[in-house]
């Protein structure tokens, strides 16, 4: 079975510092991989999904992800966060039709 | 728009009284999810409908049960809840083609209070 993991649990940063959340996974076949965001009260929200292709996958907000197959991670990145970007991220794997699976996600504070 | 909805989005249950909550969606996909989310952590699979094959996870407990009566409608029963079963439920859905580039669509939620 596939697993996920989120190193950071906790980050804290000032407005426009730049952002990189850790995301690995095991799984030895093909994945597909997404973060999602869960801001403060409200529904998961995709962020940005790979399928295949470029490993470099722009997705909404100004964040973007790179998938490296050779050490099974996709790292979100964000070269200058807002105080609006305060929620909790989560990396997920998804494997044929099956659900996802989530990692333990990280939350983000963002001080003005 | 189309869209998955959940109701109702806060339910109060009383310990041991059996609750429903309930998914629809819009979008006509073959595959819905529900999730159960306790608080700080991560979304957990507790089952899968692909068409009306039902997928229950190993480790979902037999309190909680799944039906789905047509595409666009699926309904979670737990049926003695604990104080350990107060969480956000999430509903999802995905149009599963077998080109494995599907996307899950998340509900809001309903967040279940069991007092």
């Known amino acids: 079975a596939q697993s996920v993991s989120q190193h950071n649990h906790h980050v804290i940063l000032s407005e426009a510092a730049s952002l990189e959340l850790g995301c690995n996974y095991s799984y030895g076949g093909t994945v597909n991989l997404f973060w999602y965001v869960q801001y403060p009260g409200q529904h998961l929200q995709l962020l940005l999904k790979y399928f295949s292709g470029d490993p470099l996958v722009k997705g909404i907000k100004g964040f973007e992800a790179e998938f490296i197959k050779s050490k099974f991670s996709f790292n979100l990145r964000k070269p200058s966060v807002q105080w609006s970007d305060t929620a909790e991220y989560f990396c997920a794997v998804q494997t044929g039709r099956r659900a996802l699976t989530f990692g333990s996600g990280t939350r983000l504070q963002v001080q003005p | 728009d189309a869209m998955v909805i959940q109701n109702p989005r806060y339910q109060v249950t009383q310990f041991g009284k059996p609750v429903t909550l309930s998914c629809s969606q819009t979008?006509?996909?073959?595959?819905m999810y529900w999730y159960q989310q306790k608080s700080s952590q991560a979304p957990k699979l507790l089952f899968h409908y692909y068409d009306k094959d039902f997928n229950n996870e190993a480790d979902t407990p037999d309190n909680f049960q799944s039906r789905r009566p047509n595409t666009s409608f699926c309904f979670l029963d737990i049926r003695s809840p604990g104080l350990g079963d107060a969480a956000m439920y999430l509903c999802?859905?995905?149009?599963?083609?077998?080109?494995?580039?599907?996307?899950?669509?998340f509900g809001p939620g309903t967040r279940l209070t069991v007092t």
């Open positions: 979008l006509n996909h073959n595959v």
């Open positions: 999802a859905t995905s149009s599963f083609s077998g080109q494995d580039n599907d996307e899950q669509y």
